[in-house]
């Protein structure tokens, strides 16, 4: 440990942690695919609804997708803001 | 050194600047990035809504609509209609104002980075407050058309739920200006990495990611925002169709 300063010591955790945070990317990742595949399924079975099928898929996305965004945001804050410097 | 021979000297501007710095009440404030690209979008609705107006009033009323009116037209039924099988035709009507002008200014915001300039959507500072402004909507419509259902419903199915309800109440701003903002800020993130790091070498092939990351990004935010907004007082209002 000799050598390393505090301040480059909480850097490095935090650049850790910031890809950490965008592991929560993985959960979105997950559940748009099986939203838009759902959507695919649907579609097959009544073309006719297509238009309401897509706008209620892309609503369910941008909805499943806030925890991904959380997890980016902390990334962020981790990055730039450096809520954790001495 | 790669990186360095393909930036072309160019460097990473995605942070919101200060450009003139002055007093108020004691505090130092900033006019920064997002105040001027915020101008700039407000110049361009106006200018959109003083030609709209001068070719709806010169329109011809017996003749059909032509050209420009009929997109303008066209733009107010797809507004009025998605009202109405959103918030029923009892309510729907109502909102017209509010939920069209904020889809306009959120559209023009994030596709005003095509034009270069930062998006001011990608600022907390400007979501969180339109997302405060549609909570507090959001709030008044239950209290309005709920009247005491509005507090019993935070007591719902049993007392014991009543912190739980609150955050949930809560959260709602928080997600919604969260859900914005993270999304046009990766876009403006991933934009001036490749802008900045690729710069030599980013001649045409950008507009694609432009294309996905500015026009669908933020064509389907704005739309989600919303929508959200539209679910969530047709839900406070509570009454079917």
């Known amino acids: 440990m000799n050598g390393i300063s505090s301040e480059a010591f909480v850097l490095g955790c935090s650049a850790i942690g910031a890809g950490l945070a965008v592991i929560a990317g993985i959960g979105p990742g997950i559940g748009q695919g099986n939203a838009a595949g759902q959507a695919a399924a649907a579609v097959g079975r009544n073309p006719g609804a297509k238009g309401s099928i897509m706008t209620t898929m892309l609503l369910g996305q941008a909805v499943a997708e806030t925890t991904g965004l959380y997890g980016f945001t902390v990334a962020l804050l981790l990055m730039f803001l450096k809520p954790l410097m001495p | 050194m790669m990186v360095a021979q393909l930036s072309g000297g160019a460097d990473l501007d995605f942070y919101i600047e200060g450009y003139a710095k002055f ?10 990035t997002t105040h001027i690209c915020l101008a700039i979008v407000f110049v361009i609705i106006t200018a959109f809504a003083i030609i709209a ?6 329109a011809d009323v017996s003749k059909a609509p032509s050209g420009f009116v009929n997109v303008l037209e066209l733009l107010v039924e797809t507004l009025d209609n998605m009202l109405v099988n959103t918030m029923g035709a009892k309510h729907g009507l109502k ?17 005003s980075g095509l034009l270069g300039l930062r998006p001011p959507t990608a600022d907390f500072g400007v979501t969180f407050p339109l997302a405060l402004i549609s909570w507090f909507m959001i709030q008044y419509n239950g209290i309005k058309y709920q009247k005491w259902g509005k507090a019993k419903s935070l007591f719902e199915p049993i007392f014991l739920f009543f912190p739980i309800n609150v955050i949930s109440e809560l959260s709602t701003p928080v997600s919604m200006s969260l859900r914005l903002f993270g999304n046009m800020f990766s876009g403006t993130i991933m934009m001036s990495l490749i802008y900045g790091l690729l710069g030599k070498i980013a001649i045409i092939w950008p507009s694609a990611l432009h294309a996905y990351l500015d026009v669908f990004a933020g064509a389907l935010q704005a739309y989600v925002f919303i929508m959200l907004t539209m679910v969530f007082v047709s839900n406070q209002i509570g009454e079917e169709t």
């Open chain 2, 53 to 58: 107006n001068r070719a709806i009033k010169k």
């Open chain 2, 95 to 111: 909102f017209s104002n509010y939920i069209g002008s904020l889809f306009t200014l959120l559209l023009v915001c994030n596709l």
């Open chain 2, 23 to 32: 007093e108020l009440f004691g505090q130092t404030l900033y006019m920064t």
